[in-house]
Protein backbone atom coordinates (compact mmCIF):
# COMPACT_ATOMS: atom_id res chain seq x y z
CA UNK A 1 0.00 0.00 0.00
CA UNK A 2 1.14 3.18 -0.99
CA UNK A 3 0.84 6.40 1.45
CA UNK A 4 -0.60 9.45 0.22
CA UNK A 5 -1.13 12.38 1.98
CA UNK A 6 -2.93 15.58 0.04
CA UNK A 7 -3.09 19.13 1.37
CA UNK A 8 -3.32 22.74 -0.60
CA UNK A 9 -6.95 22.70 -1.10
CA UNK A 10 -9.20 25.76 -0.05
CA UNK A 11 -11.31 28.60 -1.32
CA UNK A 12 -10.30 30.92 -4.23
CA UNK A 13 -12.18 33.07 -6.61
CA UNK A 14 -12.41 32.55 -10.49
CA UNK A 15 -9.39 33.20 -11.99
CA UNK A 16 -6.98 32.40 -9.13
CA UNK A 17 -4.90 29.77 -8.77
CA UNK A 18 -3.81 27.11 -5.94
CA UNK A 19 -1.14 24.48 -6.05
CA UNK A 20 -2.22 21.30 -4.69
CA UNK A 21 0.35 18.74 -2.91
CA UNK A 22 0.39 14.73 -2.66
CA UNK A 23 3.27 13.92 -0.06
CA UNK A 24 4.54 10.03 -0.48
CA UNK A 25 7.62 8.01 0.02
CA UNK A 26 10.99 7.87 -2.47
CA UNK A 27 10.48 4.43 -3.19
CA UNK A 28 6.74 5.32 -3.97
CA UNK A 29 7.55 7.94 -6.90
CA UNK A 30 9.98 5.76 -8.32
CA UNK A 31 8.06 2.94 -8.53
CA UNK A 32 4.87 4.57 -9.57
CA UNK A 33 2.82 7.15 -11.94
CA UNK A 34 0.92 9.24 -9.74
CA UNK A 35 -2.24 11.16 -11.22
CA UNK A 36 -4.93 13.57 -9.74
CA UNK A 37 -8.29 13.16 -10.25
CA UNK A 38 -11.70 14.94 -8.46
CA UNK A 39 -14.79 14.14 -7.81
CA UNK A 40 -17.60 16.77 -7.79
CA UNK A 41 -21.33 16.13 -5.97
CA UNK A 42 -23.09 13.62 -7.68
CA UNK A 43 -20.57 13.17 -10.45
CA UNK A 44 -17.90 10.51 -10.92
CA UNK A 45 -14.76 10.68 -10.59
CA UNK A 46 -12.53 12.41 -13.37
CA UNK A 47 -9.25 12.00 -13.95
CA UNK A 48 -7.33 14.97 -13.78
CA UNK A 49 -4.08 14.67 -14.55
CA UNK A 50 -1.00 12.22 -14.09
CA UNK A 51 3.15 12.28 -14.13
CA UNK A 52 4.27 8.98 -14.77
CA UNK A 53 7.62 6.97 -13.71
CA UNK A 54 9.33 8.46 -16.97
CA UNK A 55 8.40 11.98 -15.72
CA UNK A 56 5.85 11.82 -18.99
CA UNK A 57 2.73 14.33 -18.10
CA UNK A 58 -0.73 13.99 -19.75
CA UNK A 59 -4.16 16.33 -18.75
CA UNK A 60 -7.68 16.06 -19.37
CA UNK A 61 -8.92 18.20 -22.21
CA UNK A 62 -10.68 20.56 -19.35
CA UNK A 63 -7.54 21.42 -17.52
CA UNK A 64 -4.84 21.66 -20.20
CA UNK A 65 -3.14 24.82 -20.48
CA UNK A 66 -4.68 25.51 -17.02
CA UNK A 67 -3.09 23.12 -14.43
CA UNK A 68 0.44 21.75 -14.11
CA UNK A 69 1.59 18.66 -12.79
CA UNK A 70 5.25 18.47 -11.56
CA UNK A 71 7.56 16.06 -9.39
CA UNK A 72 9.92 17.05 -6.62
CA UNK A 73 12.16 14.07 -5.87
CA UNK A 74 13.97 15.45 -3.01
CA UNK A 75 10.60 16.47 -1.58
CA UNK A 76 9.02 13.55 -2.85
CA UNK A 77 6.61 15.10 -3.76
CA UNK A 78 3.69 15.67 -6.87
CA UNK A 79 2.37 19.23 -7.25
CA UNK A 80 -0.93 20.27 -8.64
CA UNK A 81 -0.80 23.93 -9.52
CA UNK A 82 -4.29 24.89 -10.56
CA UNK A 83 -4.38 28.16 -12.68
CA UNK A 84 -7.21 30.49 -14.30
CA UNK A 85 -9.72 28.38 -11.77
CA UNK A 86 -13.33 28.19 -13.01
CA UNK A 87 -16.45 27.61 -10.41
CA UNK A 88 -16.84 23.81 -12.74
CA UNK A 89 -13.41 22.74 -11.09
CA UNK A 90 -14.63 22.82 -7.68
CA UNK A 91 -14.49 19.47 -6.29
CA UNK A 92 -12.94 16.75 -3.71
CA UNK A 93 -8.84 16.46 -5.49
CA UNK A 94 -7.36 12.82 -5.30
CA UNK A 95 -3.88 11.71 -5.97
CA UNK A 96 -3.64 8.19 -6.65
CA UNK A 97 -0.93 6.10 -7.17
CA UNK A 98 -0.69 3.38 -9.51
CA UNK A 99 0.95 1.28 -12.97
CA UNK A 100 -1.32 1.67 -15.56
CA UNK A 101 -0.71 1.18 -19.49
CA UNK A 102 -1.27 3.96 -21.00
CA UNK A 103 -4.23 3.89 -22.55
CA UNK A 104 -5.61 3.51 -18.74
CA UNK A 105 -4.34 6.53 -17.17
CA UNK A 106 -7.46 7.91 -17.12
CA UNK A 107 -9.61 4.93 -15.36
CA UNK A 108 -9.78 5.15 -11.74
CA UNK A 109 -9.95 1.35 -11.48
CA UNK A 110 -6.04 1.38 -12.45
CA UNK A 111 -4.67 2.98 -9.10
CA UNK A 112 -4.26 0.88 -6.36
CA UNK A 113 -3.54 3.68 -3.63
CA UNK A 114 -5.33 7.00 -2.78
CA UNK A 115 -5.11 9.78 -0.69
CA UNK A 116 -7.43 10.87 1.63
CA UNK A 117 -8.54 14.25 -0.42
CA UNK A 118 -8.59 17.86 -0.50
CA UNK A 119 -11.78 20.12 -1.17
CA UNK A 120 -10.99 22.58 -3.87
CA UNK A 121 -13.86 25.54 -4.24
CA UNK A 122 -13.98 28.26 -7.07
CA UNK A 123 -16.42 30.88 -6.21
CA UNK A 124 -17.95 32.89 -9.34
Known amino acids: QVQLVESGGGLVQAGGSLRLSCATSESSLRSYGIAWFRQAPGKEREFVAT???????HYSESVKGRFTISRDNVKNTVYLQMDTLKPEDTAVYYC??????????????????WGQGTQVTVAS
Open 96 to 113: AAGRPILSSIRDPNMYGS
Open 51 to 57: IRQTSTT
